[in-house]
């Protein structure tokens, strides 16, 4: 498909700004690994990019990003008691699976090659919890874990199935429903020409998706938007909320109706997650190409770049920051997790998870 005179001109200018060369702020690139002030980094993972917190509560599934599938990551087991961490998937002893319960055709675990992106837990209908986890390694899909959660020692992982998005997507987050749905954000086409640089250039690139067992794939009316991140659920099941990243909004869209009822403006928002009081906690970037050029040279670097976390309610849609960070000990922040009076922050560069005090968050 071509683009239109317009479209070319922007996509170029898009580019142009992407490889401009220009200095940067001091802490853009982060080498060590110290405190600051109360600001706590836990150093040695791969780009813990989203959060879950796994019932009970003493511990959190990270996702490590692999550079949207260009290397393998895993997903790791957090204890916040003692603060340690281990690989929890894969492993050697991998339960398997009592059959799949995603797509029919996905019959076998990713393995290895697994490339973690946007997760989401889900109490079932059942009782039991399910993991969602954005894989580009191998195969782009969303996987279905169960987690098995024992009376005493470690939660474990279970592999179910996966369930398979359209051609030529590139998942970005996922939430699932009691009933077993499962809501999915397609950030941009691959394989179009300038596919990921026209939504940088702020066309519409993305959109959400569902897809339930009986009935497969469905693309949901209204829900178009420029690089297309994030996305959370209410409580209820009613409705999700879309991080559209470059039309710097968020969409609230009723999910029984279909249609989109109302917007907030947001700047560059990456993943979301409830806060303790109701409201949702959103992932802001300064997206400052200079920054972000020099930053993701190396993604194994951690990143300085600024970031807001910003709360929104979800009824009257009024927003306001309630925590800023730039430099050292993490930038480039992705997710803001609140639990038993710490805040846990993860980042789609670098090698750290960031912790701060739930104070700091007013």
């Not at 005493?152 to 987050?173: M, R, S």
Request: with cysteine; hydrophobic share 40%.
């Amino acid at each position: 498909m071509k683009l239109n005179n317009p479209a070319r001109c922007l996509a170029t200018a898009a580019v142009a700004l992407w490889l401009t060369g220009c200095s940067v702020p001091e802490g853009t690139v982060i080498t060590d690994c110290l405190d600051k002030g109360t600001l706590r980094p836990i150093c040695g993972m791969q780009s813990p990019e989203d959060i879950a917190i796994v019932p009970g509560g003493d511990f959190l599934l990270l996702s490590e990003l692999g550079d949207m599938g260009a290397f393998p990551g895993r997903i790791l087991l957090f204890n916040v008691n003692d603060e340690s961490w281990l690989p929890i998937y894969p492993v050697a002893d991998a339960i398997s699976p009592t059959g799949p319960q995603g797509d029919p055709g996905c019959t076998e675990p990713p393995g290895e090659a697994i490339s973690p992106h946007g997760t989401h837990l889900v109490k079932l209908a059942d009782g039991s919890w399910r993991y969602l986890v954005v894989n580009h390694g191998g195969r782009e899909a969303v996987e279905l874990f169960t987690v098995q959660l024992p009376d005493q020692g470690e939660p474990a992982l279970q592999w179910e199935g996966c369930v398979y998005p359209a051609d030529n997507t590139l998942i970005n987050d996922v939430v699932g429903t009691a009933d077993g749905d499962v809501i999915f954000t397609r950030m941009f086409r691959p394989l179009d020409f300038l596919g990921e640089l026209r939504g940088i250039a702020g066309f519409k690139t993305g959109d959400v998706w569902r897809w339930n067992r009986n009935d497969g794939l469905k693309q949901l009316p209204g829900t178009g938007g420029a690089l297309t991140n994030g996305i959370e659920i209410s409580a209820d099941e009613r409705y999700i909320f879309i991080n559209q990243y470059m039309d710097k909004a968020i969409h609230k869209y009723d999910l029984v109706e279909e249609r989109l009822v109302a917007t907030a403006d947001v700047p560059h928002v990456d993943n979301s997650a409830w806060g303790p009081d109701g409201r949702l906690w959103l992932t802001s970037h300064k997206m400052e190409m200079p920054v972000y050029r020099a930053c993701t040279k190396d993604h194994s670097v951690t990143c300085g770049m600024a970031f807001d976390i910003v709360a929104l309610d979800p009824d009257t849609m009024d927003s306001r920051v309630i925590f800023s960070h730039q430099g050292p000990p993490m930038g480039a922040a992705t997710v803001a997790t609140a639990h038993r009076g710490k805040v846990y922050m993860g980042s789609f560069l670098g090698d750290r998870l960031l912790i701060a005090p739930l104070g700091l968050f007013r």
